[in-house]
Structures are given as structure tokens and as C-alpha cells.
């Protein structure tokens, strides 16, 4: 198995952009397709982003994922931020056997 | 609508057993992988056990193995989850959740609150 690493939490101010990065401890980044979910606080997560780079129908295009390779590391950038972005935020990956998460990154909108 | 209702949830005594169940509706539940994953209070999520779009395939985390088991039923389109010799540390929220293609989780039920406590 692997792991991937968040930061534990960022802040940012509203209308500004922000990244989120998901580090793959062993493996390639790109040998399996990266998901990123948003949790609320008291909410079931709900998905943003799917295989790396796609958005789920009513995700807005503020939302945007991306991989690379050098860093075997995967992305998930927010822009133009509103206070009701502000929840945690999950990476995840899997191999033949199993799913894994990030540790998520609690993001503050301030 | 496309949606997962999990139910079952309750307060247990520690070695205790639980079942958990999963309604799916609004997709073809044979065509996809299904999950469970849970969360502890104040901690993030984790994945608990994966049963295959035929049922042939089935995972679970280590610290659950042997204690337990993971099902589905076609006929009714839902998942369970079968927990025995249930401890403190397995008090969290479980989500039931679906995967788009295998491995990649899409679809999230509401969770249900499974405590273990004396």
C-alpha cells in the first residue's frame, strides 16, 4: 500500500486562489486516477473533482485538479474563493486492493 | 435521483455485533464497486472494506479483518456491513459509497453513527 499527504490546513482570503496538494508516498501518481472531496462541517463529502481532472456536473469551474508527475503529486486548486468554500478537504487513490485517503486539509476562508 | 440511505446505526457494547445496510436507487447498482468507509470523531476518513460490482472481489482494511464482512444483495439493491467483536476505536460515522469505475469513489450516502461504548 501507499500513502497520501495533505497539508494539514491552509487559509486564503476570499477571491483569491488556492492549492491543495496530495502526495503519493510510493507508486506513480498517474498509475491511479486521483478523486478530492469536499466535507462540510456536519455533512456527508460529496465529490469535486474524479479522475484527476474532472469536475461532476454542478461543481463550478472555480474547482480545478491536476497531477504531476515530478512531484508524484496531485492538485486541487480553488479559485476566486468564497466563504463557502471553507470546509475540509480529502484526496484519494487506490490500488488493487484498496481505497486511500489523504489525511484532509481543513481550508479557511478568510 | 441517484442516492444511498444507509441505516443501522445505534450504540453497541463493546464486543457487540451490528449490521449495517445500504439502500442504492437511481443507477444500476450490479454495474458498480461499493464501499465503506468511516470517520471517527474529529478525524478523517477512512476506508473500511470494498465489495466488487459481481461480489467475487472483497477487501477490508486490517484492523477490521476477521471481525467483518462485507455483502450485497442484487435483488434489493443494497450493501451491508456485518461488524462483530466491536471495539471502542471503530466508533465513527460509516458511509456507504459507491465507486464510479473501480477504485474511484463518487457517490456518498449520508452516513450513519455507529458507537461503541459500555
Same mark, same amino acid.
Given at each position: 500500500n501507499f500513502l497520501l499527504t495533505q &497539508?494539514?490546513?491552509? /487559509?486564503e482570503s476570499p477571491g483569491k486562489t488556492v492549492t491543495i496538494s496530495c502526495t503519493r508516498s510510493s507508486g506513480s501518481i498517474g498509475s491511479n486516477y486521483v478523486q478530492w472531496f469536499q466535507q462540510r462541517p456536519h455533512s456527508a463529502p460529496t465529490t469535486v473533482i474524479y479522475e484527476d481532472n474532472q469536475r461532476p /456536473?454542478?461543481? &463550478?469551474?472555480?474547482?480545478s485538479g491536476s497531477i504531476d508527475r515530478s512531484s508524484n503529486s496531485a492538485s486541487l486548486t480553488i479559485s476566486g474563493l468564497k466563504t463557502e468554500d471553507e470546509a475540509d478537504y480529502y484526496?484519494? /487513490?487506490y490500488d488493487d486492493s484498496s481505497r486511500v485517503f489523504g489525511g484532509g486539509t481543513k481550508l479557511t476562508v478568510l | 435521483e441517484v442516492q444511498l440511505v444507509e441505516s443501522g446505526g445505534g450504540l453497541v457494547k463493546p464486543g457487540g455485533s451490528l449490521r449495517l445496510s445500504c439502500a442504492a436507487s437511481g443507477f444500476t447498482f450490479s454495474s458498480h464497486a461499493m464501499n465503506w468507509v468511516r470517520q471517527a470523531p474529529g478525524k478523517g476518513l477512512e476506508w473500511v472494506s470494498s465489495i466488487s460490482s459481481s461480489g467475487t472481489y472483497i477487501y477490508? @482494511?486490517?484492523s477490521v479483518k476477521g471481525r467483518f464482512t462485507i455483502s450485497r444483495d442484487y435483488a434489493k439493491k443494497s450493501l451491508y456491513l456485518q461488524m462483530n467483536?466491536?471495539?471502542?476505536e471503530d466508533t465513527a460515522v460509516y458511509y456507504c459509497a459507491r465507486d464510479?469505475? @473501480?477504485g474511484m469513489i463518487y457517490?456518498?450516502?449520508q452516513g450513519t453513527l455507529v458507537t461503541v461504548s459500555s
Amino acid at each position: 500500500n501507499f500513502l497520501l499527504t495533505q &497539508p494539514h490546513s491552509v /487559509s486564503e482570503s476570499p477571491g483569491k486562489t488556492v492549492t491543495i496538494s496530495c502526495t503519493r508516498s510510493s507508486g506513480s501518481i498517474g498509475s491511479n486516477y486521483v478523486q478530492w472531496f469536499q466535507q462540510r462541517p456536519h455533512s456527508a463529502p460529496t465529490t469535486v473533482i474524479y479522475e484527476d481532472n474532472q469536475r461532476p /456536473s454542478g461543481v &463550478p469551474d472555480r474547482f480545478s485538479g491536476s497531477i504531476d508527475r515530478s512531484s508524484n503529486s496531485a492538485s486541487l486548486t480553488i479559485s476566486g474563493l468564497k466563504t463557502e468554500d471553507e470546509a475540509d478537504y480529502y484526496c484519494q /487513490s487506490y490500488d488493487d486492493s484498496s481505497r486511500v485517503f489523504g489525511g484532509g486539509t481543513k481550508l479557511t476562508v478568510l | 435521483e441517484v442516492q444511498l440511505v444507509e441505516s443501522g446505526g445505534g450504540l453497541v457494547k463493546p464486543g457487540g455485533s451490528l449490521r449495517l445496510s445500504c439502500a442504492a436507487s437511481g443507477f444500476t447498482f450490479s454495474s458498480h464497486a461499493m464501499n465503506w468507509v468511516r470517520q471517527a470523531p474529529g478525524k478523517g476518513l477512512e476506508w473500511v472494506s470494498s465489495i466488487s460490482s459481481s461480489g467475487t472481489y472483497i477487501y477490508y @482494511t486490517d484492523s477490521v479483518k476477521g471481525r467483518f464482512t462485507i455483502s450485497r444483495d442484487y435483488a434489493k439493491k443494497s450493501l451491508y456491513l456485518q461488524m462483530n467483536s466491536l471495539r471502542a476505536e471503530d466508533t465513527a460515522v460509516y458511509y456507504c459509497a459507491r465507486d464510479l469505475n @473501480t477504485g474511484m469513489i463518487y457517490l456518498w450516502g449520508q452516513g450513519t453513527l455507529v458507537t461503541v461504548s459500555s
